[in-house]
């Protein structure tokens, strides 16, 4: 008995220096922390999304058809409160970033275009219910992650469905560490909190599908031995998900 305790203690050390933490309370855990098990990897990936050290990697190399690279769960839902862990393992470039306003629009120059600035990036994000309109970014832009693109940058959604679909606050911590996203859902109504802060509070997305299942995007190219700026070089755990 001493023995099993003493192993079960050594196995609870080891999870917590990696960072894996137990599945909370009433959620089911859509990583075992061992293979894609819960996931379909996209047909013609050939490795690119793995399991590396315990988490789920990607190296934004699918070799995958065209809109066919993203990694997403075996199984539809509803309504859900989502929880994981993510992190950019690298920004591989820079790109040219609009200054987004708290109204979802953007800063505009004499010219009344976007000023651009090259920043280093990378870019990736979390799909709901199969939608890829309804993307949750992943990325290094100053307005930060979890802000809606599909929504927040379409001119013909009304303007209080672009405000709220813009961050309240940038919560991203530094690149390399990680980051934490709760994801509540229920009907087209979607609230988010980065590292226990609320950027997006009861957005609506018109229009979303009533169903469907979670995406983790590719996104960039590798081309010439290098990665554009905007490639998804990011990493996933701690995924569980709640049924509402």
Known sequence: MKTIRSATLALALASAALGHAATPAGFVSLFNGKDLTHWKIPPG?????????????????????????????AKDYRDFVLKLD????????TYAMPDVLPDGTYRLGADGKPILTHRPNADSGIYLRGSTKAQLNIWCWPIGSGEIYGYRNDATQPAEVRRATTPKVNADKPVGEWNSFEITLRG?????????????????????????????QHHGTFKDGKYDGASALVQFRNISIKEL
Request: proline share 8%; aromatic share 8%.
């Open 45 to 73: 990936d050939n490795g690119h999304w793995k399991v590396l050290d315990g988490v789920i990697d990607y190296d934004a190399r699918s070799e995958a058809p065209e809109r066919q690279k993203d990694l997403w769960s």
């Open 86 to 93: 993510w992190r950019i393992k690298a920004t591989p470039g």
């Open 188 to 216: 087209d109504r979607v609230t988010i909190l980065l590292n226990g802060k609320t950027v997006i509070e009861n957005a609506q997305l018109p229009g979303i599908p009533a169903t469907g299942p979670i995406g983790f």
